[in-house]
């Protein structure tokens, strides 16, 4: 297998967990490369269910090693969390992880802070998960964070630590009238958790590098989807950080020639979690019966996602923006039970129909979607190895999502469990 990334092609939640376990038995190598146990990427093998918020989904695999990269936040205390349910479940972590030195810490100022501000917007908020991911990063690029180089170096630590303090209980005091958090108890946790994470601490992109000239193949993990992209997602209803294609390069500190190809994850239907545009948004009975059937509920937050018919206009704008040279389409099973089924093939604003997705916010706002209607198939497509197991109609609306993207498929998920999916024909075109 050539050097892939597998991503987001949606609003986060296509199945990326999955994919990514699959496609880890062929890699030598899976790396995270940006944001924080915002994520959730659920594994089901056999009956056991294992959710991971940081750690790549390769760690299920023996052997395998697992890097997460410059470009991700991290929770010391989730991360330790979760090393040790992995540990407990008789998954080695010890030996086959590795943080980047360049990662930057999220810091209990940057929780307050953020469950602070989405309180304080009211209708107006953003629907972040409020574990500090946004104020890491916008501290990361106002040139404050902390990063784990600087947390093995107790001076340093402690100066940046106090300087950060200063400025953030003035902020938490004057404006959420929160009580100052303690240098001393924050030091002393922090300065713990230095010395617990130590040996998994590296120059990641030096030990990147190494592993592709020893002809090593590696597989980078994107987390959220596309159209929560810092800068090509529906901002500012978006993650601080950069889901797309590019965000592989400067999140792990490797170079474009590193990248084979990019495999883009959506589910055969669309979702979204928390505030912002959704054009093809169902809020009647079919959005509730795709809900259901497909337990469409966050991993993290376990919020319930709302729902909607498949967006070709989506589709095509993350096959563009990412350079998509395949697509792995999920959750095709969640559709056995329609009679019609409805793509999203374009939106209508103001009266005119356009075939690309809008930047405007008030745009994205007037969308009238333009459906076509194929037929349903009534039947199970759970467990299917291939599309001769596959009714007519569900090969057929394979073939116009493709047609409409512009990309094929390579990988089709028919089932949450690790054997329910299928490689085409297509995926030797990325060995």
């Known amino acids: 297998m050539a050097n892939l990334v597998i991503l987001g092609a949606q609003w986060g939640d296509e199945g990326k967990g999955k994919i990514v376990d699959l496609l880890s038995e062929k890699a030598d190598v899976v790396v995270r490369y940006q944001g924080g146990h915002n994520a959730g990427h659920t594994v089901k093998v056999g009956d056991d269910e294992t959710i991971l918020h940081l750690i790549p989904s390769g760690i299920l695999h023996e052997g395998k090693m697992c890097v997460i990269g410059q470009g991700v936040v991290v929770d010391p205390k989730a991360l330790l969390d979760e090393i040790e349910k992995l540990e407990k479940k008789g998954i080695k972590v010890a030996g086959r992880l590795l943080i980047s030195e360049r990662a930057n810490l999220i810091m209990p100022y940057h929780r307050v802070i953020d469950k602070s501000n989405e309180s304080h917007r009211g209708e107006k908020k953003i629907g972040t998960t409020g574990r500090g991911i946004g104020p890491a990063y916008s501290d990361k690029m106002a040139r404050i964070g902390i990063r784990f180089v600087d947390l093995l170096e107790t001076e340093l630590f402690a100066e940046r630590l106090a300087d950060n303090l200063q400025n953030y209980n003035y902020i938490l005091e004057k404006l959420y009238h929160h009580p100052d958090l303690k240098f ?217 999502i493709e047609e409409l993207v512009g990309c094929k498929a390579v990988l089709v998920s028919t089932g949450p469990k690790r054997d329910q999916t299928y490689f085409t024909p297509d995926f030797d075109t990325l060995l």
């Open 184 to 400: 001393a108890q924050v030091f002393a946790e922090y300065e713990e958790y230095g010395q617990r994470l130590k040996p998994y601490i590296a120059d990641t992109s030096l030990y990147l590098a190494n592993a592709m000239a020893r002809g090593e193949k590696i597989l980078f993990e994107g987390a959220q989807g596309t159209l929560l992209d810092v800068d090509s997602g529906t901002y500012p209803y978006v993650t601080s950080s950069s889901c797309c294609s590019g965000g592989s390069l400067t999140g792990t500190g490797v170079g474009p020639q590193a990248i084979n190809h990019v495999v883009g994850v959506m589910k055969a239907y669309t979702t979204r979690v928390g505030e912002g545009p959704f054009p093809t948004e169902l809020l009647d009975a079919d959005g509730e019966k795709l809900r259901e059937i497909g337990h469409e509920y966050g991993a993290t937050t376990g919020r319930p996602r709302r729902c909607g018919w498949f967006d070709s206009v989506v589709g095509r704008y993350a096959v563009r923006t990412n350079g998509l040279t395949g697509l792995a389409v999920t959750k095709l099973d969640v559709l056995d039970a329609f009679d019609t089924i409805k793509i999203c093939t374009g939106y209508k604003i103001d009266g005119e129909v356009v075939q690309e997705f809008p930047a405007s916010l008030s745009k994205l706002r007037r969308i009238e979607p333009v459906f076509e209607e194929m037929p349903g198939w009534k039947t199970s497509t759970v467990g299917a190895k291939g599309e001769q197991d596959l009714p007519p109609n569900a090969v057929a609306y394979l073939r116009r």
